[in-house]
């Protein structure tokens, strides 16, 4: 009863809760579905996870020699300078967003502990996030379902990772066409790093997490970054950092990108 009690505290007025926790105990923190606009039950079209899965066409491709153990920036002799790191000591994004391609944090083989500052991403979403029903607009629901917080976020925090299938781009081309059929696409370009770089998609269709729920903003207060949380360089990780700071319960939404598209176009809702 007491979870419940801290779950229902950020609940709006009007709002009814249609889940206590959609990761059903996946994540830290339970992640509770609130619906204040319609009567939509509570979406369960997916399979909840916490990593991406590999599509087993994708599996051939992704063989070949894995980059060297990412040197733990802290242990280094001279130490690295601030500006040379990825996050502060209070785990926050030090660049500007779409400034730096890759992020590496410290892996197994860094000589390390898991409490070192550069593990950030691979411990998960630290702040309290929420599904929510997006109210109508004339009379349509353009938004369908977003997310949001109960807590302030600063400017730099990690939220969450979009989270799905990784697909190779032919099977990405294939589902595109029955997604667009649909109206309803969550596939994103990844990709890798070093030698031989392989091309691919995150599928948040069938296997996804809270990121297949974040909408698109053309004035966004989220943004996504590439990083490497093992020695794997063909499998990044697309993790969401806060843009600016966040007050509670304003909706997360990023910039999807599809300027750099041809023939994609989303609107700005």
Known sequence: MRSRALVLRGKKEREKILMLDVS???????IPIFNGADDDPAPNDFT???????????????????RDPWPCPYLERPPRKPEDLAYSQDGRFLHPAHTIDSVYECTLGSGCGMDCKNRLV??????????????QRDGNFPKGWGVRSPDFIP????????????????EAESRGIRYDDQKMSRI??????????????????????????????????????????????????????A?????????????????????KTVPCL
């Open 24 to 30: 059903r105990g996946h994540e830290r923190k339970p």
């Open 48 to 66: 909840y996870v916490t990593e991406c899965v590999v599509n087993e066409g994708l599996r051939l491709l992704l063989g070949g020699p894995l």
């Open 122 to 135: 691979q411990h998960g979403p630290k702040y309290r996030l929420e599904v929510i029903r997006c109210l």
């Open 155 to 170: 400017k730099g925090a990690f939220i969450n990772e979009y989270i799905g299938e990784y697909i190779s781009d032919d």
């Open 188 to 241: 994103m370009d990844v990709v890798g790093d070093g030698r031989d770089v392989v091309r691919m998609c995150i599928d948040a269709t069938h296997f996804s997490n809270l990121g297949r729920f974040l909408n698109h903003s053309c004035d966004p207060n989220v943004f996504k970054q590439r990083v490497f949380c093992d020695h794997n360089s063909r499998l990044p990780r697309i993790a969401l950092f």
């Open 243 to 263: 843009l600016r700071d966040i007050p509670p319960h304003e909706e997360l939404a990023y910039d999807y990108g599809y300027q750099d598209v041809p023939g």
